[in-house]
């Protein structure tokens, strides 16, 4: 009684997960994504200079970190760190098997129209951010408090992205990690979810700036590590990449193959893997941009944007290569994390096996923090009180063990809710009050054509501005 009970809740949550992940999430999306990038001016083309220049001095930026302050390099790798998990590898190779190398063009669109979302969001939670010890703490529950007068609808969104990516997403992560290892090395896979879980705790019970240090430490090493086996199997197979760039091009490109529904899978796919994988618009890297010792909203706008860019058009490019270079990829049975693993085998041998296992250990663990901090700064929305967020500390470190042991199909379901209706709320938001974001560049880009190499932010210079850490 109790199971078929669950089997129909599961079944109303995947159709309704898949009228509003098929239909309204990706079209509002889109369009918040095409309204953003037009009223910007093309802000993520235009200034993508600048955001190199403003993540290098981020690194070296020494006073920001003084008297515990977080720096703009630092908020850069806490939303990288989120953003870059398993389905930068999982999540790619099932496009591919699903939707064949069109997906990727779709895949790289999308996270280009996307950028320029990441853009208004992190800047707006730059604007609204709230001081926090030495620090400070912001995102979507803030500027819809804040810039929508609505704590109500701030607390929903605090709720959803809590228990979305505090709970569920860092199960599903530990759930890959026991797996990878299991499948790889034969390590017990409740041995494991123990392990992972010590190592979150030790991280995360430190709070936020071990946070942002372990995030700074870790996200260099594995993107760094993950481009430079990408790059070497490129090279060694040099003189088929045309054909790799013809293949996805064509494809995504087909009209014929679009009369038999093989374009429209290729786009799905791409689309769906692009706004999975980068987040742009969703609300949940902006919780990571508002923490950033900075002297201009702008610049972490910018430097979250090119966030967007490190995550698709680098990383799942880099996995969609090395797939792609395989001459296996369109016949092998294996999808997801055993088609990528398959493909690296055949690169680079044996030691592929291992890289991948690896590789997502570093991916997800780093998922794992990066998803918690999200959740921190909401429930410290929600209420003031150190107790109840050292029990939400917990509580995730039970998920985390949870998820390494156990599969449970209506709460990863339950996730993808959760997240469309996050989605929806950030996406209603940030277009009231985008208007404050794209004055906020205007200002941003004045101050640097009058020759001020670091612009400053008043809340002054905007007119309808209110906000307490900008004055």
């Known amino acids: 009684m109790q ?29 918040a994504g095409i309204y953003f990038t037009i009223r910007t001016k093309f802000v993520q083309f235009t200034s993508f200079g600048e955001q190199f220049r403003l993540l290098g001095s981020g690194i070296g930026d020494k006073e920001a970190k003084k008297d515990g302050k977080i720096s703009s390099f630092q908020a850069f790798c806490i939303s990288t760190a989120s953003r870059v998990g398993t389905g930068n590898i999982a999540g790619i190779a099932l496009a591919i098997a699903v939707g064949g190398p069109g997906s990727i063009f779709w895949m790289w669109l999308i996270a280009l129209i996307g950028s320029a979302s990441s853009f208004v969001e992190s800047t707006l939670a730059q604007m609204y951010k709230v001081k926090n010890g030495s620090a400070f703490r912001g995102g979507p529950a803030y500027y819809m408090e804040q810039g929508l007068k609505s704590r109500k609808m701030g607390i929903a969104f605090a709720i959803l992205i809590s228990m979305c990516f ?3 997403f860092n199960a599903v992560q530990t759930n890959t990690i026991t797996l990878a290892l299991n499948n790889s090395f034969g390590f017990n896979r409740s041995i494991m979810a123990v392990a992972v879980a010590v190592l979150t705790a030790l991280i995360i019970f430190g709070g936020a700036h071990r946070i942002a240090k372990a995030a700074e430490i870790m996200v260099p090493v594995l993107a760094g590590l993950y481009i430079i086996i990408a790059i070497i199997v490129v090279l060694m197979n040099i003189t088929h990449i045309p054909a790799v760039f013809g293949a996805i091009f064509s494809n995504a490109l087909n009209i014929k193959s679009a009369t038999g529904g093989f374009m429209g899978g290729a786009m799905m796919m791409g689309i769906k893997r692009g706004l999975f994988s980068n987040e742009a618009g969703m609300g949940s890297a902006p919780n990571a941009a508002a923490t950033a010792h900075v002297n201009h909203p702008v610049v972490q706008g910018l430097i979250q944007s090119l966030g967007v860019f490190t995550d698709t058009i680098i990383i799942c490019s880099c996995t969609a290569f090395m797939i792609l270079l395989f001459p296996g990829y369109s016949t092998s049975p294996n999808t997801g994390i055993e088609l990528a693993q398959e493909a690296i085998v ?7 096996g291992i890289f991948i296992a690896v590789s997502i250990f570093l991916f997800a663990f780093s998922s794992i923090i990066g998803n918690y901090y999200y959740s921190e700064a909401n429930i410290e929305f929600i209420t003031p009180k150190k107790g109840a ?12 063990i949870f998820g390494g042991i156990t599969s449970v199909d209506i709460v990863w379901n339950l996730a993808d809710l959760f997240m469309a209706l996050m989605a929806i709320l950030n996406i209603i938001a940030i277009l009231i009050l985008g208007k404050f974001a794209f004055k906020a560049l205007e200002d941003y880009k004045n101050q640097k054509n009058s020759g001020i190499k670091e612009p400053v ?3 002054s210079s905007i007119e309808g501005l209110e906000v307490s850490e900008w004055k």
Request: glycine letters at 8%.
């Open 3 to 31: 199971n078929s009970i669950m089997d129909a809740m599961n079944n109303v949550v995947l159709q309704i997960n898949d009228v509003l992940w098929s239909y309204v999430i990706i079209i509002m999306l889109i369009a």
């Open 166 to 168: 505090g709970f569920v």
């Open 346 to 352: 055949s690169h680079i041998g044996n030691v592929g």
């Open 389 to 400: 967020l050292n029990v939400f500390r917990a509580l995730v470190c039970g998920m985390v």
């Open 457 to 459: 932010f008043k809340s």
